[in-house]
Nanobody, 115 residues
């Protein structure tokens, strides 16, 4: 019923940019927060950026000044603009959408940054 789909991942040289998109569909009536997480090989999943319904935004220290999260609630879509990419940004990026007492997750999109 509810589907969350990410897109925009790929391979890029260090210093380059990518823009990730995540769209939710199927029975979304209200959204409390939308977020991006990532998980690199051998590492724990970590929060990259989060935007709440009231407009508050949180970023991981490692991406501040380089990444920007934005939303379009009318389209149930969240974006992650990633600039000045580094090899350590290489990971699978997951979209998370928080509704009433529940989280929905996408399948992930691979981001690979070469040195």
């Amino acid at each position: 019923h509810v589907q969350v789909v990410e897109s925009g991942g790929g391979l890029v040289q260090a210093g380059g940019s990518l823009r990730l998109s995540c769209a939710a569909s199927g029975s979304i009536f209200s959204i409390n927060a939308m977020a991006w997480y990532r998980q690199a090989p051998g590492k724990q999943r970590e929060l990259v950026a989060r935007i709440i319904s009231g407009g508050g935004i949180n970023y991981a220290d490692s991406v501040k000044g380089r990444f920007t999260i934005s939303k379009d609630y009318a389209k149930n879509t969240v974006y992650l603009q990633m600039n000045s990419l580094k090899p350590e940004d290489t990971a699978v990026y997951y979209c998370n959408i928080a509704v009433l007492s529940h989280d929905y997750w996408g399948q992930g999109t691979q981001v690979t940054v070469s040195s």
